[in-house]
């Protein structure tokens, strides 16, 4: 599965990237606009850090200005992908777009047919947002689950991309679903990788280390 940062703060995403455990960088408007930086410097940058997808929304919802900002992302560096809102124009514009070569993430899906379409309209990701629906009493993962099994039934190449990952089990949860991507905030993707016993144990290890001649070092 591959495993993107949802951040446009570019301290996280170098802190995850120097892990080596991401993909790629999903932003949307919000995150950019807690930067206080343009879309244009956040993403340039954030293509510099990490040599994988990275997507960028754009923000007009007609068809004309969805293309025309689409390929003006595009054009910032050969790894962008644009993330369009999953309306008609935006179908339309993913469309387009799609046959020049540019790549694209369709975003704020909240159902099957949605994603469907975009699929049909030739998105690369769609972007099924799982916290929002789970935020509403929904069952976001059910989403994740019938997308996955709708695109396998036709062969359809668009990946779902889980998006609005609130903690954990939702990437478990969709690794187990047989997404081909998560986007995960930062915070997140450290909860994935602590777990107490990995703590206490180290802990541990130092302090019977330090009993040791020469401290424990070979
Ligand atoms: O970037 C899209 C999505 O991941 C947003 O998540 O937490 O604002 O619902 P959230």
Same mark, same amino acid.
């Given at each position: 599965?591959?495993?993107?940062?949802?951040? @446009?703060?570019?301290?996280?995403?170098?802190?995850?990237? @120097?892990?080596?455990?991401?993909?790629?960088v999903?932003?949307?408007?919000? +995150?950019?606009?807690?930067?206080?930086?343009?879309?244009?410097e956040?993403?340039?940058?954030? &293509?510099?850090?990490?040599?994988? !997808?990275?997507?960028?929304?754009?923000?007009?919802?007609?068809?004309? %200005?969805?293309?025309?900002? =689409?390929?003006?992302?595009? @054009?910032?560096?050969?790894?962008?992908v644009?993330?369009? !809102?999953?309306?008609?124009? =935006?179908?339309?514009?993913?469309?387009?777009?799609?046959?020049?070569?540019?790549?694209?993430?369709? *975003?704020? &899906?909240?159902?099957?047919?949605?994603? +469907?379409?975009?699929?049909k309209?030739?998105? *690369?990701?769609?972007s099924?947002?799982? %916290?929002?629906?789970?935020?509403?009493?929904?069952?976001?993962?059910?989403l994740?689950?019938q997308?996955?099994g709708?695109y396998?039934?036709?062969?359809?190449?668009?990946?779902? +991309?889980a998006?609005?990952?609130r903690? !954990?089990v939702?990437?478990?949860?969709?690794?187990?679903?047989?997404a081909?991507?998560?986007?995960? !905030?930062?915070?997140?993707?450290?909860?994935?990788l602590?777990?107490?016993? *990995?703590?206490? =144990?180290?802990?541990?290890?130092?302090?019977?280390?330090r009993?040791?001649p020469?401290?424990?070092?070979?």
């Amino acid at each position: 599965m591959e495993i993107f940062i949802d951040s @446009a703060d570019v301290a996280e995403i170098r802190d995850v990237a @120097a892990m080596g455990v991401i993909d790629g960088v999903t932003t949307n408007p919000t +995150l950019v606009a807690r930067t206080g930086r343009s879309l244009r410097e956040v993403i340039v940058e954030i &293509c510099e850090i990490v040599d994988g !997808p990275i997507s960028a929304e754009v923000i007009s919802t007609d068809y004309e %200005g969805i293309v025309r900002e =689409g390929r003006q992302l595009a @054009a910032l560096h050969r790894n962008v992908v644009v993330k369009v !809102p999953l309306i008609a124009e =935006g179908l339309k514009a993913v469309r387009t777009l799609a046959s020049e070569g540019i790549r694209t993430n369709v *975003t704020l &899906c909240f159902s099957a047919p949605q994603a +469907l379409l975009a699929a049909k309209a030739g998105a *690369t990701y769609i972007s099924p947002f799982i %916290g929002r629906i789970d935020d509403a009493a929904g069952d976001g993962m059910a989403l994740v689950e019938q997308i996955v099994g709708i695109y396998r039934n036709y062969g359809l190449r668009t990946k779902v +991309l889980a998006a609005s990952i609130r903690h !954990p089990v939702h990437v478990v949860q969709a690794a187990r679903l047989g997404a081909h991507a998560a986007t995960v !905030p930062h915070k997140v993707i450290h909860q994935l990788l602590s777990h107490p016993l *990995t703590d206490v =144990g180290l802990a541990r290890f130092l302090e019977d280390a330090r009993r040791s001649p020469g401290g424990g070092r070979g």
